[in-house]
């Protein structure tokens, strides 16, 4: 019989839980060596929603933790470091809150969310009420933490407060988790209570990173790293891990091996999944030269294994309508990027004008700087440019656009197969009429050049990513073809498509040059059927002109 098949931990956050109750674990215990030999004293990851970042701290708190049980850790990565692991692990006392549930319509409401995760995270070491290394002062000190109806200023000393109690009673100093620090940040804006919070969360942090002498090391996470306000000024040791940078990539999220191993052991395709959630692209610079990582959104991933269907499991916790908030700021041309990157296209930004804030937006980059961090784009750090990173987050787009009155935009990429169809059908005059129609319907965006053409084709044959890994610039021949359509492993039975595109030429001009360039050798080892187009804009007739022909390839 084959290995056991375990359950898959969907919604499940808390470490010792996914290990006693034999979950499947994709084992991220590297992170704590990596932590401690390269990170700060203070250590901010910011990672988009649903990467893993919970779990991690989950994970590290039950590491470090005097009362966590060692033995969940058995046959983990972690373990091949003994000296590190005597010397850390199960050593020192821990406080992890979450921010999380910080949501409220009103600052007031608010508050009382906060007060109850700071009374929660005092009530998990109540024998310091006991404890004989503390004076009746520190014991008083320790109920205020307990009291519902604690000040600012007691909520705000709070997390230092309690490091310094635990640092007496145990005599070692303290590690502080916090995880989903800007949610509340978030809320507030959605909200209209934005600077009330900032001034809570800010003063919460200074005082339980920047005065609290009882510290070993802190670790937070968010989505992005709030400045306004410098939040985090003054903090000694401070070091920021964003997902444009590439330390710790593959702690956060699954590698390419992690999910080609899921995809055999649940029998699920790995090239569908590929298509589905890949596309976070990261690069670690080192001195054996760069070391390239393709992330895949874990929730994603293990929802599909699990129901054994891809889909877009993005929206059960990012709904569309946050998308929606930032791609309708049209600044700079910023609609123009977008339907541009729908297309399958990159588009230059400069992520070092990013002021760090969910309420300051200068220019185009900035709203898709935001849009890296928060996950609905990826960030190529050596072209400088950003693009939608798979099927499931470009679904997203297409879900807040259809609610959106983009002159045709959603029409377009939700457009019938019919367009397929005729190409498929070699119906040249139809492939024209529709391309004619999807030009018509895009009128916001710029039409000028080979390139426009280019992403208006890729639109019109959104549907066909169904089918077909769209390549844009394929090295083929003696040149590049523009556009090649290259069926999936479960759609062989459809021909390859070859598209070059002509500006103010001729369509049978675009055909010829497919076969004098010989770009079809790019496709020889595919043994089915190939169809050569050539596509052409006359910009007197502002109409498009097709050929179709087909090209049986040599066996």
């Not at 990596?34 to 590290?60: A, D, H, Q, W, Y």
């Not at 949610?183 to 800010?202: E, H, S, T």
């Not at 103010?504 to 050569?532: F, H, M, V």
Request: charged content about 25%; glycine content about 6%; hydrophobic content about 40%.
């Amino acid at each position: 019989m084959g290995e056991e098949k375990k359950r898959l931990p969907v919604g499940l956050e808390n470490f010792e839980q996914i290990i006693k109750d034999n979950y499947y674990y994709v084992d991220k215990t590297g992170l704590i060596s990596e932590l401690i030999r390269n990170g700060g004293m203070v250590n901010l990851f910011t990672r988009p929603r649903r990467f893993g970042k919970t779990l991690n701290m989950s994970m590290l708190e039950y590491f470090f933790s005097i009362e966590g049980d060692k033995s969940i850790f058995d046959g983990l990565e972690i373990l091949k470091d003994p000296k590190l692991c005597d010397e850390y692990m199960g050593k020192y006392p821990v406080i992890s809150v979450s921010l999380k549930g910080i949501n409220a319509a009103a600052y007031e409401g608010a508050f009382d969310f906060a007060v109850q995760i700071m009374q929660r995270a005092a009530e998990a070491f109540q024998f310091l009420c006991d404890s004989e290394c503390l004076s009746e002062h520190d014991k008083e000190a320790y109920k205020k933490l307990l009291d519902s109806n604690m000040s600012e200023a007691v909520f705000c000393s709070g997390l230092r407060r309690l490091s310094e109690l635990l640092a007496k009673h145990y005599g070692t100093k303290v590690i502080l988790l916090i995880d989903e620090y800007d949610v509340p940040l978030a809320k507030a804006f959605a909200n209209g209570y934005y600077d009330q919070m900032v001034f809570l969360i800010r003063n919460l942090l200074e005082q339980a990173l920047k005065t609290n002498s009882s510290l070993k090391l802190a670790v937070l996470t968010g989505c992005m790293r709030i400045s306004k306000e410098s939040i985090f000024t003054g903090l000694n040791n401070f070091t920021t891990f964003t997902i444009a940078d590439v330390d710790f990539d593959e702690y956060f999220g699954f590698t390419e091996q992690e999910v080609s191993d899921l995809c055999k052991k649940y029998q699920m395709s790995f090239d569908e999944a590929k298509q589905w959630y890949d596309g976070y692209d990261l690069i670690a610079h080192h001195q054996s030269g760069d070391r390239y990582y393709s992330m895949y959104s874990p929730k994603s991933v293990v929802e599909a294994m699990l129901r054994h269907k891809f889909g877009t499991y993005w929206n059960q916790t990012e709904t569309y309508e946050a998308l929606k908030i930032y791609i309708q700021m049209d600044m700079d041309g910023l609609q123009d990027s977008v339907v541009r990157m729908l297309a399958g296209e990159s588009v230059s930004i400069n992520i070092g004008t990013f002021s760090n804030d969910m309420t300051t937006f200068a220019t185009k980059d900035d709203i898709l700087t935001l849009l890296v961090h928060l996950g609905y784009l990826t960030y190529d750090s050596i072209s400088e440019t950003a693009a939608i990173p798979n099927k499931e987050v470009s679904q997203e787009y297409v879900n807040a656009i259809s609610t959106m009155n983009w002159h045709g935009v959603a029409d377009s990429v939700e457009s019938p197969r019919k367009l397929l169809e005729a190409l498929w059908a070699m119906d040249a005059d139809t492939v024209a009429s529709g391309i004619d129609k999807a030009h018509e319907e895009m009128s916001i965006l710029q039409y000028n050049d080979e390139n426009s053409l280019s992403c208006t084709v890729n639109l019109a044959f959104y549907f066909a990513r169904e089918y077909y890994t769209m390549i844009r610039e394929l090295p083929s021949g003696k040149g590049f073809a523009d556009i090649c359509m290259i069926p999936r492993k479960t759609h062989l039975d459809k021909p390859a498509v070859m598209i070059e595109l002509k500006w103010d030429k001729s369509a049978a001009g675009a055909l010829n040059q497919i076969k004098e360039k010989d770009y079809g050798s790019a496709l020889k080892d595919y043994q089915g059927n190939l169809l050569l187009v050539g596509i052409n804009y006359d910009r007197v007739t502002k109409k498009h002109e097709c050929v179709i022909e087909v090209a049986q390839k040599q066996l």
